[in-house]
């Protein structure tokens, strides 16, 4: 979910708030009550929610991956090899 940073024109208060892309702006500042805040161009900033993500999933170390959802080891990513089918004879 982005987080916005807004600034009042009217009192210059700032502030960041985590919005989903869908909503609204905000209009009324909280500290002045004005409909002055404007939300500013800045590098957009965000926190990914759920399980799935991992800590060095955007790195480009070779670290051992840690699930930031709080499951210490991640799931295996591949079927175990069938013994019948990994044979280099053929049968007979």
């Known amino acids: 979910m982005p987080i916005y940073e807004y600034q009042c024109k009217s009192c210059g208060h700032s502030l960041e ?3 989903k892309i869908s909503d609204v702006p905000l209009t009324d500042c909280p500290a002045c009550g ?21 800590e060095t ?5 070779k670290d ?3 699930n930031l959802a709080g499951d210490a080891t991640p799931k ?3 079927k175990p090899a069938d013994s019948a089918a990994s044979s280099s004879k053929p049968a007979a």
């Open 57 to 61: 999933d955007f790195k480009g170390s």
């Open 76 to 78: 295996a990513e591949g």
């Open 64 to 66: 051992k991956k840690k």
């Open 17 to 19: 708030v985590m919005q």
């Open 34 to 54: 004005q409909p002055e805040l404007a939300k500013q161009v800045s590098a957009a900033g965000f926190r990914l929610k759920g399980g799935g993500w991992y």
